[in-house]
Structure formats: structure tokens, C-alpha cells
């Protein structure tokens, strides 16, 4: 159980496996108002920055659980990186499957609904740990404008232009699945440029010390495309907020 070594490789040098830059996700805990000793569960947490710095700037405890190796490992030196190792803890393992021992006070999921099938499923699993009137962090992609062309919606990574909604309707599908939004960080094309353009130094890099590697071919042919690629679709067409909700 593990994510594909593709995409470790790309994201190797990557702290935060989204679009959202290291401001905006201190924005967001400073936006949160959390109380010192707040429990945070993060499924999905990737390289754990979130719990990481939050647990040394806002004083919560929480866990994160990630099916990567790699990614656990980096997120256990960043928290005794950051001296808050007594603080957060991380689990390898399906977080589809995840819920907390005790109710906590944030479950987030950010930038990886599939874990539930969906928005609806990951929202319905994310419940299932939360306090009563505790909040909720979805992160989420949505269309900035609708492509009307289907190399344009094939470029963005979807197969339907209906994979993705506005966001005026990624808002409102929150609320008819019976939840507030009471705050969002929405990423920006500089917030996209930070996360998808490292990942292109990171796949020259490797390629140029693993030039026999089973995957270099595959990897150089991604690189080959994925800059026009990304600065002509999903540069100009796609957004991706995250948005913490409470249950009505």
C-alpha cells in the first residue's frame, strides 16, 4: 500500500501536496482560531506540514495518516524538525478508512476527495470523527471559467468538464449536503506556478541522476509537455480553495 513512485518523485522537494503556498496555509490556521490543545485529524496529510506547523504556531495535537512511505517519513522529521514530535503523530495507512479514536475538533482533507469517493463521501467520512460543532476542511479544485473545448478539459487533468463545478456550485453543493462555509483560502496562479512548476525541476533533477531507471522514459515525455501544457489549460482554467465548513 503505496502511492505510485511517479508521484513521489515529483513532489519530492514538495512540504504541501496542493496548490497552497506556506502563507495561505498559515493563513488558514491563523484564520481558524483554534484554541491551544485543539485536536486535528488530516487524512491524507501528505508531508504533514499542516499538523507541523500549526502544532508549533496555534499549540494543537493531531494525527495525520498518508498511504505514502515517503510521505510519513518526511512528515516525522518535520515535526521533530520543528520541536513537535510530543505534539503530532503520523500513520501509515488507507485514510479511506480512517477514524478517530475520540472525536477531535478539525478533520480536514485536502486536495484528495477521492479517499471518499467524492466530496458527499469524504465529507460523510470526515463527520464521522468531528466534535459536535467542530469544523471540517475540505480542499477542493473547481473551474475557474468552463472549458467549452474537450483538449481543454482532457489539459486540466479531468475527463468531463463535469468533474469539476464553479465555485459558486462547489459552495453551494457544501450547503446542500448541510454544512456552513465559515472560511476559505482560495489558491492563485502564483499558488499553482509554486506547486506545479517545482515539480518539473524535481523530474529534471532525477532524471539526470537516474537516466536508466525503468520510469525515465515515461518521465522525460511528461516533461517534455506538462509546462506548455499547464500554462496554456490548467494555469488558465482551474482554482482550488480550501474551505472549512460546520454542520447546520
Not at 490543545?37 to 495525520?64: F, K, M, Q
Not at 524538525?81 to 503520523?90: K, M
Not at 464521522?128 to 473551474?143: A, N, Q, T, V, Y
Request: proline content about 5%.
Amino acid at each position: 500500500m503505496d502511492l505510485p513512485r511517479s508521484f513521489v518523485i515529483r513532489e519530492s522537494s514538495h512540504r504541501i501536496h496542493d496548490p497552497l503556498t506556506g502563507e495561505k496555509l498559515a493563513t488558514l490556521g491563523r484564520a481558524l482560531r483554534l484554541p491551544p490543545e485543539a485536536r486535528v485529524l488530516d487524512l491524507a496529510c501528505g508531508s504533514g506540514e499542516l499538523l507541523c506547523t500549526w502544532a508549533r504556531d496555534h499549540r494543537i495535537t493531531g494525527t495525520g495518516v498518508d498511504i505514502s512511505t515517503a510521505f510519513i517519513g518526511r512528515a516525522r522529521a518535520r515535526a521533530t524538525e520543528l520541536g513537535v514530535a510530543d505534539r503530532v503523530g503520523f500513520v501509515h495507512g488507507d485514510a479511506g478508512g480512517h477514524v478517530a479514536d475520540e472525536p477531535v475538533d478539525v478533520a480536514s482533507c485536502l486536495g484528495a476527495s477521492w479517499i471518499g469517493g467524492g466530496v458527499p463521501g469524504t465529507v460523510r467520512l470526515l463527520q464521522r470523527s468531528l466534535k459536535p460543532g467542530g469544523i471540517m476542511l475540505i480542499g477542493e479544485p473547481f473551474w475557474r471559467r468552463r472549458p467549452t473545448e474537450q483538449d481543454a478539459v482532457t489539459g486540466c487533468h479531468v475527463d468531463s468538464v463535469d468533474d469539476l463545478l464553479l465555485l459558486p456550485g462547489l459552495v453551494e453543493q457544501f450547503g446542500a449536503l448541510g454544512y456552513d462555509v465559515v472560511e476559505m483560502v482560495l489558491a492563485d496562479q502564483d499558488s499553482w506556478d509554486r506547486y506545479r512548476a517545482a515539480q518539473w525541476l524535481n523530474v529534471r533533477r532525477w532524471l539526470d541522476t537516474h537516466p536508466d531507471d525503468e520510469l525515465a522514459a515515461g518521465l522525460r515525455a511528461e516533461l517534455d509537455t506538462a509546462p506548455a501544457r499547464y500554462v496554456r489549460y490548467e494555469r488558465e482554467y482551474v482554482g482550488w480553495g480550501v474551505f472549512a465548513l460546520m454542520r447546520r
